[in-house]
């Protein structure tokens, strides 16, 4: 995994990771991650308070958080803006999904199927191997967005 992760990621290159970073010791995380490349904020997932929220491995992250909200130069996105919702687990909504923002999450290993613009970004999806800005946005345009949610019946 750390070649298939270092293989797309270089030194400095913004990473977000969704969660459930590894079980185990944390001083083996601990030397996992420090052979990752890349600045990693991470959004939490339910395995990490266990090992990688542990002092050992804190410091090895730009920053945590249970959500996330990014937004990504886009020219081809509403007012060259794109928000990206991250959150460990799926969601059936989030802020601004009606208006086309996008979610990922992870926690179901493939297990769960795209809703709306929302899709799993665990690594055991995808090779083993972290996705870039580029594929995420190949993804999103196959899915359907589910704009409709909030209309009056």
Same mark, same amino acid.
Request: hydrophobic content about 35%; aromatic content about 10%.
């Given at each position: 995994?750390?070649?298939?992760?270092?293989?797309? =990621?270089?030194? /400095? *290159?913004?990473?977000? $990771?969704? #969660?459930?970073?590894? %079980?185990?010791?944390?001083?083996?995380?601990?030397?996992?991650?420090?052979?990752?490349?890349?600045?990693?904020?991470?959004?939490?997932?339910?395995?990490?308070?266990?090992?990688?929220?542990?002092?050992?491995?804190?410091?090895?992250?730009?920053?945590?958080?249970?959500?996330?909200? =990014?937004?990504? /130069? *886009?020219?081809?996105? $509403?007012? #060259?803006?794109?928000? %990206?919702?991250?959150?460990?687990?799926?969601?059936?909504?989030?802020?601004?999904?009606?208006?086309?923002?996008?979610?990922?999450?992870?926690?179901?290993?493939?297990?769960?199927?795209?809703?709306?613009?929302?899709?799993?970004?665990?690594?055991?999806?995808?090779?083993?191997?972290?996705?870039?800005?580029?594929?995420?946005?190949?993804?999103?345009?196959?899915?359907?967005?589910?704009?409709?949610?909030?209309?009056?019946?």
């Amino acid at each position: 995994m750390v070649r298939r992760w270092n293989s797309v =990621v270089r030194k /400095g *290159d913004t990473v977000y $990771h969704g #969660g459930d970073v590894g %079980i185990g010791n944390p001083q083996k995380i601990k030397a996992a991650l420090d052979q990752l490349n890349g600045d990693i904020h991470l959004v939490t997932g339910n395995h990490d308070p266990n090992n990688a929220l542990k002092p050992a491995c804190r410091d090895r992250f730009a920053s945590i958080q249970p959500y996330l909200e =990014v937004i990504v /130069g *886009d020219a081809e996105a $509403h007012k #060259g803006k794109r928000l %990206i919702c991250l959150f460990h687990y799926a969601c059936r909504t989030w802020n601004a999904k009606h208006y086309g923002t996008w979610h990922l999450f992870g926690h179901s290993h493939g297990n769960m199927p795209p809703h709306g613009l929302s899709f799993d970004l665990s690594v055991d999806c995808h090779d083993f191997t972290p996705l870039s800005y580029a594929q995420v946005k190949a993804k999103m345009a196959t899915l359907e967005p589910d704009l409709h949610i909030f209309e009056k019946r």
